[in-house]
């Protein structure tokens, strides 16, 4: 029992670091214009504290026109800094996209973190022809470091709110460590950053519960950027 609960939380932290890895994904959606193809674009996303994929999309683009039409898609995650794709963990996830529904204080957060990781495009908040719409996942393809895939139902990433506060402490640590980025988001697993517009996750080395365990991890230095060789 203890061993499959500790596999069942090396794999969601594995999943969690690919679904916070990046910044963009690449999407098929089926295509409207030429029936029973799939069409391929990359698109900007985010993730909800829920750990659901979101997107900015455009009403005038060919994959809003296509998931109007059929909401079915498959979107690949893979880490942003990874130069050989088949040696990344990575993520596929097959859902419905749907129009985002939340109140007005969870879409106030969900923008704020969105625009951390997409500053380029906050010109298109107000822009009445762009929209925010959210993956609702079916199944998730994970395929890890180690050629190790599987299928999984579902990922508990366990993410967090971070005040404003938490992150300009977690920055102010970070830079005092040499690490000039911005804090996104974290979780029981890790913290999702940006450094020179690209997005790193850093892996805790013990997983934590809330932003006051997060600080002292990260305080001592008890993490690690899989993606930087230092």
Request: proline share 4%.
């Amino acid at each position: 029992m203890v061993e499959a609960m500790q596999k069942n939380m090396a794999i969601n932290a594995l999943a969690t670091r690919a679904l916070l890895s990046c910044r963009q994904a690449v999407m098929a959606s089926q295509s409207a214009s030429v029936p029973g193809f799939p069409f391929t674009s990359v698109i900007p996303v985010g993730v909800t504290l829920s750990g659901q994929v979101i997107a900015l999309l455009g009403e005038t683009a060919q994959h809003t026109r296509n998931i109007m039409i059929d909401a079915r898609v498959s979107m690949l995650l893979h880490d942003d800094l990874e130069d050989n794709w088949q040696a990344a963990t990575r993520l596929s996830v097959l859902g419905r996209m749907s129009p985002l529904q939340c109140d007005t204080q969870d879409l106030k957060q969900l923008r704020a973190s969105f625009y951390l990781l997409h500053p380029e495009l906050l010109s298109l908040d107000a822009a009445p022809d762009y929209h925010f719409w959210q993956l609702e996942p079916v199944r998730f393809r994970f395929v890890s470091v180690l050629d190790h895939a599987q299928w999984l139902d579902q990922i508990e990433s366990d993410l967090f709110n971070l005040t404003e506060v938490d992150r300009i402490q977690l920055n102010a640590l970070l830079g005092q460590q040499g690490r000039l980025c911005r804090v996104v988001q974290a979780g029981r697993y890790g913290v999702q950053i940006v450094a020179q517009g690209r997005v790193r996750f850093l892996v805790l080395t013990h997983p934590i519960n809330n932003s006051a365990e997060l600080l002292q991890q990260i305080k001592a230095r008890q993490y690690n950027d899989p993606t930087l060789v230092e």
